[in-house]
């Protein structure tokens, strides 16, 4: 059974960091790309960050990009969203999710597992 655990949410002011981890158990995690989502209070949920198999291919949201990092640890099949720069609008759950295959991660189907989500809130 596919699982995925999000943690390293909490309250942090505006300007401040936060690391996120996605515990992966369930499947061989090495083997699949891995991405993050977040959904505001009265938004849909939005893509920020995918990474591939390896973590040699990286691609962000425009709105994340250069404040947020995605990273992974195959050996210990976790992979991590570094936050920094962080503003009120960020303000979000935070998904973490399995990607079928890297080449269709705009597509939403292709995205086929899900955590529990963290909850970041960045105070101004």
């Known amino acids: 059974q596919v699982n995925l655990v999000e943690s390293g949410g909490g309250l942090v002011q505006a300007g401040g960091s936060l690391r996120l981890s996605c515990a992966a158990s369930?499947?061989?995690?090495?083997?699949?790309?891995m991405g993050w989502f977040r959904q505001g209070p009265g938004k849909e949920r939005e893509f920020v960050a995918a990474i591939n198999w390896s973590g040699a291919t990286i691609y962000y949201a425009d709105s994340v990009k250069g404040r947020f990092t995605i990273s992974r640890d195959n050996a210990k099949r976790t992979a991590y969203l570094q936050m920094n720069s962080l503003k009120p609008e960020d303000t979000a759950v935070y998904y973490c999710?399995?990607?079928?295959?890297?080449?269709?991660?705009?597509?939403?189907?292709?995205?086929?597992?899900w955590g529990q989500g963290t909850l970041v809130t960045v105070s101004s």
């Open positions: 999710s399995r990607l079928s295959k890297y080449s269709e991660l705009h597509q939403g189907n292709a995205w086929d597992a």
């Open positions: 369930g499947f061989t995690f090495g083997d699949w790309p």
